[in-house]
């Protein structure tokens, strides 16, 4: 791996009841990496995640975040560490308005580390200074997606996970957010993002794993993992 290590996930399982959603998962993301998280519906994608986040409890493995044991830590110590999510669906407050909603995101900060953050979002997200006073819930599609990055962007992630941003867009605004991804990494932030569109998410990826069935069962540049009929046709689902 060309740079240190941010996150290294070794042997992780979860289950939901009797299901069994992971098993021993090993996944390596370096900083300044965009790595993704590739494979079909119900493959243990966004279980992944939510394992590295401490949104479930891992049955086994282990999770460490710059150097630091994460395992079974709480969510908000999680995101303190600089470790934040843009989970699947967006879940922005649709009754609050698009500040309001960024934050909810910068919620145990002071005043000031809250307005330089907002800054920078409406930086990045220039639509999003334009539609301040604007209710969550009247945005299009894709500026809830931007608002949903932002509002986890408040809290100075060094590494973002991203669940499927793409999901429910038009082409043109998933190019966009792809675009927004690149700069965001770009200046400095790490990005773990998982993708159902394969093709998509390997353009912006430095690497990519592919999970079925709960467990990795390739990874490699996105490259490699076109390169191969096998992978693209049996997980894929590339055209
Ligand atoms: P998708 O792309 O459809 O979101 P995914 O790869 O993110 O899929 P997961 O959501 O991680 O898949 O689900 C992995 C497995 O765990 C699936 O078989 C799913 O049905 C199951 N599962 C997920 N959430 C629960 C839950 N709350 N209770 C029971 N089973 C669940």
Redesign the pocket.
Same mark, same amino acid.
């Given at each position: 791996m060309p740079r240190d290590p941010i996150l290294v996930v070794r042997g992780l399982s979860a289950t939901?009841?009797p299901?069994r959603?992971?098993s021993d998962v090993d996944l390596d993301v370096a900083e300044g990496e965009i790595v993704a998280i590739l494979?079909?519906?119900?493959?243990?994608?966004?279980?992944?995640l939510?394992a590295i986040t401490g949104l479930i409890r891992p049955t086994a493995g282990q999770v460490t975040f710059r150097g630091r044991d994460i395992t079974g830590t709480a969510t908000e110590t999680i995101v303190r560490l600089g470790l934040a999510m843009t989970p #699947?669906g967006r879940h922005i407050f649709e009754g609050l308005t698009v500040v309001e909603n960024l934050r909810m995101g910068a919620a145990f900060r002071g005043r000031a580390a809250f307005e330089r953050m907002r800054d920078e979002v409406f930086a990045l997200f220039p639509v999003l200074a334009e539609r301040r006073a604007q209710l969550g819930g009247t945005l299009s599609g894709g500026e809830q997606q931007m608002l949903a990055i932002g509002r986890s962007m408040m809290s100075e992630p060094a590494m973002l996970l991203l669940? #499927?941003p793409s999901l429910g867009l038009a082409p043109q605004i998933v190019e966009v957010i792809f675009d927004l991804i690149v700069r965001l990494r770009d200046r400095g932030t790490t990005i773990l993002l998982?993708e159902?569109n394969a093709r998509l998410a390997l353009d912006i990826a430095d690497r990519g794993f592919v999970?079925a069935s709960?467990r990795v069962v390739a990874t490699g540049t996105g490259r490699d993992l076109l390169a191969s009929d096998e992978i693209v046709q049996a997980y894929l689902g590339v055209e």
């Amino acid at each position: 791996m060309p740079r240190d290590p941010i996150l290294v996930v070794r042997g992780l399982s979860a289950t939901y009841g009797p299901i069994r959603a992971l098993s021993d998962v090993d996944l390596d993301v370096a900083e300044g990496e965009i790595v993704a998280i590739l494979g079909s519906n119900g493959a243990g994608k966004t279980t992944t995640l939510l394992a590295i986040t401490g949104l479930i409890r891992p049955t086994a493995g282990q999770v460490t975040f710059r150097g630091r044991d994460i395992t079974g830590t709480a969510t908000e110590t999680i995101v303190r560490l600089g470790l934040a999510m843009t989970p #699947e669906g967006r879940h922005i407050f649709e009754g609050l308005t698009v500040v309001e909603n960024l934050r909810m995101g910068a919620a145990f900060r002071g005043r000031a580390a809250f307005e330089r953050m907002r800054d920078e979002v409406f930086a990045l997200f220039p639509v999003l200074a334009e539609r301040r006073a604007q209710l969550g819930g009247t945005l299009s599609g894709g500026e809830q997606q931007m608002l949903a990055i932002g509002r986890s962007m408040m809290s100075e992630p060094a590494m973002l996970l991203l669940d #499927e941003p793409s999901l429910g867009l038009a082409p043109q605004i998933v190019e966009v957010i792809f675009d927004l991804i690149v700069r965001l990494r770009d200046r400095g932030t790490t990005i773990l993002l998982v993708e159902q569109n394969a093709r998509l998410a390997l353009d912006i990826a430095d690497r990519g794993f592919v999970i079925a069935s709960g467990r990795v069962v390739a990874t490699g540049t996105g490259r490699d993992l076109l390169a191969s009929d096998e992978i693209v046709q049996a997980y894929l689902g590339v055209e």
